[in-house]
């Protein structure tokens, strides 16, 4: 049985953010990723800088010292889904996450997506 897996991670800083933004665009040694397959990776924006624009843009100016900047999104199916062996199935997964996303928080606050291929199981 497969199944649909959505994490969230609330990040608190710029810190939290840089580091995440990082990891996506492999800007710093990603262990469990496989760097040959690095380059079939998507990224909706160019650059971590430009994502980080985007996200400073959203935030008001006055935040609460420990107050949430954004949220971290994780969507995935599960190891054993069949759809990893179909590029239709997988992109058809993906892009209706995406929707999902805009639908639920709303298209100005979806800053950023990436979907990294280049890890166990592939995840936007």
Known sequence: MSFLIFRTKKLK???EISGSLSHNY????????NP???????HSHQSAED????IKDCIPQK???????CIETLMTASPEWQGWHDASK????FE????WLI??????????????RDETTPHL
Request: charged share 25%; glycine share 8%; net charge positive.
């Open 26 to 33: 492999r800007t710093r040694e990603t262990p469990n990723a």
């Open 13 to 15: 800083s710029f810190g």
């Open 103 to 116: 639908e639920k928080f709303g298209a100005e606050n979806v800053i950023a997506t990436s979907i990294h």
């Open 51 to 54: 994502v980080l624009c985007g």
């Open 36 to 42: 040959q397959e690095t380059p079939k990776n998507e």
């Open 90 to 93: 997988e992109a058809a997964l």
């Open 96 to 99: 209706k996450s995406k929707a």
């Open 63 to 69: 935040v609460r010292k420990n107050g949430v900047l």
